[in-house]
């Protein structure tokens, strides 16, 4: 299958500032690009869903002034979390999608906030 | 009501024994896609396995296979010859609506941990 990398996989930071997580497609090219969000022992629950040059698309409850979503290139999506909080504690997955019967996922990224 | 509903939270199998983990799904759209997907402890979401509502015939890859039944509204997936690194937690998950549409997303049902025993 295809493969999605995502970076950094784990990162910690104090609360009050802001963390970048990069999602690349990294060999194919994805139009459409997910993020979720996923709590321990929980299945996965979609923040937003961005597309190539426009703006991202949030899902109710998520705060598109805290997650920053940027989809610059075919190949490369960013979630910035601003502000972190605690409560912003989780596991986050991007995803991309090839073609409307593939999805493919990144190996995830643990953020905790202290 | 859910669109993705996986009713087992864990089951059990003995390695080289063949199993099935429940997948029922609801929607109006006749145009959908059915997916499942496994979560080892590490975290990473690997792609199993696809059904088109379309698709005449049931999905296979490998040892997967997605017993299809469109009546019931049921995707069921069938692990044979199960290994000890099968365990882990599977996620069914459907995007129904315009498949072509970039807004057309996945809706993940609760999971099933599986667990394979020697």
């Known amino acids: 299958g295809a493969v999605v990398s995502q970076h950094p996989s784990r990162v910690i930071c104090k609360s009050g500032t802001s963390v970048k997580i990069e999602c690349r497609s990294l060999?194919?090219?994805?139009?459409?690009m997910f993020w979720y969000r996923q709590f321990p022992k929980q299945s996965l629950m979609l923040m937003a869903t961005?597309?190539?040059?426009?703006?991202?698309?949030?899902e109710q409850g998520v705060e598109k002034d805290k997650f920053l979503i940027n989809h610059a290139s075919l190949t490369l999506s960013t979630l910035t979390v601003t502000s972190a909080h605690p409560e912003d504690s989780s596991f986050y997955i991007c995803?991309?999608?090839?073609?409307?019967?593939?999805?493919?996922f990144g190996p995830g990224t643990r953020l905790t906030v202290t | 009501a859910q669109k993705i509903t996986q009713t087992q939270p864990g089951m059990f199998v003995q390695e080289k024994e063949a199993v099935t983990l429940d997948c029922t799904y609801d929607?109006?759209?006749?145009?959908?896609?059915l997916f499942w997907y496994k979560q080892p402890s590490s975290g990473e979401m690997i792609f199993l396995i696809y059904?088109?509502?379309?698709?005449?015939q049931n999905a296979t890859e490998g040892r997967y296979s997605l017993n299809f039944q469109k009546a019931r509204k049921s995707a069921n997936l069938v692990i044979s010859a199960s290994q000890l690194g099968d365990s882990a937690m599977y996620f069914c998950?459907?995007?129904?609506?315009?498949?072509?549409?970039?807004?057309?997303?996945?809706?993940f049902g609760k999971g099933t941990m599986l667990l394979v025993s020697p």
């Open positions: 060999d194919f090219q994805a139009t459409t």
């Open positions: 059904q088109g509502s379309y698709d005449q």
């Open positions: 995803s991309a999608r090839g073609s409307p019967y593939e999805q493919y």
């Open positions: 929607t109006s759209d006749p145009s959908y896609g």
């Open positions: 998950a459907m995007r129904d609506g315009n498949m072509n549409s970039g807004y057309s997303t996945l809706t």
């Open positions: 961005s597309n190539e040059g426009s703006k991202a698309t949030y």
